[in-house]
């Protein structure tokens, strides 16, 4: 009976002393009762914001991180820029589409045609200028979502015209100018909508967070979409390079563009993601700056292959198709 009854005071210390913890006991006993968190909470995983888009990378046919990577070149200060960002992108193997609206390929036509020639390819950005100078600074112009639905599709048609008729290419993918201001659903379909009708497989005019809602190639009714990317610190901010600009007159990229890209492309390589990383920039903000050029790098040494939006378009139509 006695070891019996020791024995269920043995157990009933040990349940009391995992009930309630030794530490709260000493505070209590101290008078202290407020207490202390015990440990660090667990650190969230990064990658759970991007779980239907990388189970959307899988079923799309993409093996691993790939990166598809866009220039919109809006001003004058592009046409150098963009020789510049080519001649450092060509160094390292980095594969770039150009997005520019019709208006700056005309003229700048000796620029884009070089590009063009060395078998770049070119989105179709629209016809219309996207931005204006303005005293000392550009300012954007040309808002889709002011204008008429019949005045946005002739816009489309005469930036796919103007593709053909300067660099004699033919452009298989469309962005709006200023898309994230063109995204409601009505919006999104005349795009699509004409991008359908001019033959092309793909547009890339959505913001992360409809990437990270449907995927990172996501299937409209036979046209493919590419959702511009985020970062794994901020899933549903564009990682481009206007919004990581220290400056904005003289155009300077801050480091956290090059950090937030390092960390995004370390955690999805580690995890083997298959994700596209759909990220774009301007030349004029990009070219010959140490942050961009950092993470360009970073890329190429973590083993990230890039492609052409028509490349991923036709790998997410055969996976569809199959
Ligand atoms: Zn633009």
């Given at each position: 009976?006695?070891?019996?009854?020791?024995?269920?005071?043995?157990?009933?210390?040990?349940?009391?002393?995992?009930?309630?913890?030794?530490?709260?006991?000493?505070?209590?006993?101290?008078?202290?009762?407020?207490?202390?968190?015990?440990?660090?909470?667990?650190?969230?995983?990064?990658?759970?914001?991007?779980?239907?888009?990388?189970?959307?990378?899988?079923?799309?046919?993409?093996?691993?991180?790939?990166?598809?990577?866009?220039?919109?070149?809006?001003?004058?200060?592009?046409?150098?820029?963009?020789?510049?960002?080519?001649?450092?992108?060509?160094?390292?193997?980095?594969?770039?589409?150009?997005?520019?609206?019709?208006?700056?390929?005309?003229?700048?036509?000796?620029?884009?045609?070089?590009?063009?020639?060395?078998?770049?390819?070119?989105?179709?950005?629209?016809?219309?200028?996207?931005?204006?100078?303005?005293?000392?600074?550009?300012?954007?112009?040309?808002?889709?979502?002011?204008?008429?639905?019949?005045?946005?599709?002739?816009?489309?048609?005469?930036?796919?015209?103007?593709?053909?008729?300067?660099?004699?290419?033919?452009?298989?993918g469309f962005r709006a100018p200023h898309f994230g201001l063109f995204s409601e659903p009505s919006q999104l379909d005349l795009?699509?909508?004409?991008?359908?009708?001019?033959?092309?497989?793909?547009?890339?005019?959505?913001?992360?967070?409809?990437?990270?809602?449907?995927?990172?190639?996501?299937?409209?009714?036979?046209?493919?979409?590419?959702?511009?990317?985020?970062?794994?610190?901020?899933?549903?901010?564009?990682?481009?390079?206007?919004?990581?600009?220290?400056?904005?007159?003289?155009?300077?990229?801050?480091?956290?563009?090059?950090?937030?890209?390092?960390?995004?492309?370390?955690?999805?390589?580690?995890?083997e993601a298959p994700v596209l990383l759909t990220w774009y920039a301007d030349p004029s903000h990009v070219a010959g700056q140490?942050?961009?050029?950092?993470?360009?790098?970073?890329?190429?040494?973590?083993?990230?292959?890039?492609?052409?939006?028509?490349?991923?378009?036709?790998?997410?139509?055969?996976?569809?198709?199959?």
């Amino acid at each position: 009976m006695a070891a019996q009854g020791q024995t269920l005071m043995v157990r009933w210390v040990r349940r009391a002393a995992r009930a309630v913890h030794p530490g709260a006991v000493a505070r209590y006993l101290a008078g202290r009762t407020t207490a202390r968190p015990e440990a660090p909470p667990e650190p969230a995983d990064p990658l759970a914001p991007f779980q239907t888009l990388i189970a959307g990378g899988r079923a799309a046919g993409l093996q691993r991180p790939t990166l598809f990577l866009s220039f919109d070149c809006d001003t004058d200060l592009d046409f150098d820029a963009a020789l510049e960002v080519k001649r450092f992108l060509d160094a390292l193997g980095i594969k770039a589409t150009w997005a520019v609206p019709g208006v700056q390929i005309e003229k700048g036509a000796r620029t884009y045609q070089a590009i063009a020639a060395s078998g770049d390819e070119f989105m179709n950005h629209g016809y219309l200028p996207h931005t204006a100078w303005e005293g000392d600074r550009y300012v954007s112009v040309t808002w889709y979502h002011e204008m008429a639905p019949e005045a946005v599709s002739t816009d489309i048609a005469n930036g796919d015209a103007a593709i053909r008729r300067v660099l004699a290419a033919a452009p298989t993918g469309f962005r709006a100018p200023h898309f994230g201001l063109f995204s409601e659903p009505s919006q999104l379909d005349l795009v699509w909508g004409t991008a359908r009708k001019l033959g092309y497989t793909y547009c890339s005019t959505t913001l992360p967070a409809y990437g990270l809602e449907h995927g990172s190639t996501v299937d409209v009714a036979g046209l493919i979409e590419l959702p511009t990317f985020g970062s794994t610190a901020a899933p549903t901010c564009v990682l481009d390079s206007w919004t990581y600009l220290t400056d904005r007159r003289q155009y300077a990229l801050g480091e956290q563009y090059a950090e937030l890209m390092c960390e995004t492309v370390d955690r999805i390589v580690a995890a083997e993601a298959p994700v596209l990383l759909t990220w774009y920039a301007d030349p004029s903000h990009v070219a010959g700056q140490a942050p961009f050029e950092r993470a360009m790098r970073h890329l190429v040494a973590a083993g990230v292959g890039s492609v052409y939006g028509r490349d991923a378009a036709r790998l997410a139509r055969a996976a569809a198709a199959a």
